[in-house]
């Protein structure tokens, strides 16, 4: 177990639909990041947020967004869904580090397999 | 931009035979290096890592050095056990000068060991 949780661990929805992605990191960790794994893209950062502060931006589509909250768990928002849409999202936490510093390390949540019909 | 390129899979192997999984990168900057492993319907592991030239990390009788001549973080086992069926990801993240330390996957190699 990462310590790391995500929610739901599964979803099934319908194309053009909108749903949340729910992510709690690991106690004192300042640093969340998405990532999606599909078959054909493989396992792709989305983006990065530090202590509610959008740091890196992946190939994350316009139709997506993210945030992280006060109490540093984050959502990942999937809307106008397609087909293509349906993956695996990892949500991984790491402590942080500050400008400069060596990278620390990320530890991954279960994840949540969408599935788009 | 950065890459990581991982041997073609998948990798069948018996048990206690040696493992070898090829791991190549190309970087914008100075990487630390990953090995993940992902287990049947579970999420990613940290298996091992190395931040300098020359670091090797070890973890479950599993290594890996970095070698920035050749950049290459080749991973290594002497015996592998059926446990060790997963898939494999090396995966590299950049020391910028920011707070950014997304990481880069390699395609993932499969490996089945058998009885």
């Known amino acids: 177990d990462s310590g790391v949780t995500q929610t739901p661990k599964h979803l099934i929805t319908a194309t053009g639909q909108r749903v949340t992605l729910r992510c709690s990191p690991r106690?004192?960790?300042?640093?969340v990041y998405w990532y999606q794994q599909s078959l054909d893209q493989g396992l792709q950062f989305l983006i990065q947020y530090y202590n509610g502060e959008e740091r890196a931006k992946g190939n994350i589509l316009e139709r997506f967004s993210a945030q992280q909250f006060p109490d540093l768990h984050s959502e990942l928002n999937l809307s106008s869904l397609e087909l293509g849409d349906s993956a695996l999202y990892f949500c991984a936490s790491s402590v942080g580090v500050k400008r400069g510093a060596l990278t620390d390390t990320q530890y991954f949540g279960p994840g949540t397999r969408l599935t788009v019909l | 931009g950065n890459s990581v390129t991982q041997m073609e899979g998948p990798v069948t192997l018996s048990e206690e035979a040696f493992l070898t999984i090829n791991c190549t990168y190309t970087a914008t900057g100075y990487p630390s290096l990953f090995w993940y492993v992902q287990y049947p319907g579970e999420g990613l592991q940290l298996l091992l890592k190395?931040?300098?030239?020359?670091d090797k990390g070890s973890n479950k009788g599993f290594e890996a050095t970095y070698r920035k001549e050749t950049t290459s973080f080749h991973l290594e086992k002497g015996s592998v056990q059926v446990s060790d069926s997963a898939v494999y990801f090396c995966?590299?993240?950049?020391?910028?000068?920011?707070?950014?330390?997304?990481?880069?996957f390699g395609s993932g190699t499969q490996l089945t060991v058998l009885p």
């Open positions: 106690s004192g960790d300042l640093s």
């Open positions: 190395a931040t300098k030239a020359d």
């Open positions: 995966a590299l993240t950049l020391i910028s000068s920011g707070s950014a330390r997304q990481l880069t």
